[in-house]
């Protein structure tokens, strides 16, 4: 199971961690990542971590956002700097075993999903 959480609200410029819960499961194939949808907006990509430790980003958050993993927390973040009015959206996290690298940024790849927990960023 996955649990998304630290969402919250904050104004422009601020930042937020946000945190997965990956109890049950161990990290050690596939990735994990977080997408995102906004109001009246398709989820889109934010930024994914295999296994193996190398990250992805969607060029929108890239310089400000941080994903990492802590194994012995089994816990999966996002560091979110610098956020942005267009940042505001529900975060989700996701997990798969199988993702080839080509899918690192598709939603179907990912078989296991979290709630999402809202960011709301004001200007």
């Known amino acids: 199971q996955l649990q998304a959480s630290g969402g919250g609200s904050v104004q422009a410029g601020g930042s937020l961690r946000l945190s997965c819960g990956i109890s049950?499961?161990?990290?050690?194939?596939?990735?994990m990542a977080w997408f995102r949808q906004a109001p009246g907006k398709e989820r889109e990509f934010v930024s994914a971590i295999k296994w193996s430790r190398h990250t992805y980003y969607a060029d929108s958050v890239k310089g400000r956002f941080t994903i990492s993993i802590d194994n012995d927390k089994k816990t999966m973040y996002l560091q979110m700097n610098s956020l942005k009015p267009e940042d505001t959206a529900v975060y989700y996290c996701?997990?798969?075993?199988?993702?080839?690298?080509?899918?690192?940024?598709?939603?179907?790849?990912?078989?296991?999903w979290g709630q999402g927990t809202q960011v709301t960023v004001s200007s």
């Open positions: 996701a997990h798969d075993g199988q993702v080839i690298q080509s899918g690192l940024s598709q939603m179907r790849s990912y078989g296991y």
């Open positions: 049950g499961r161990t990290f050690n194939r596939g990735a």
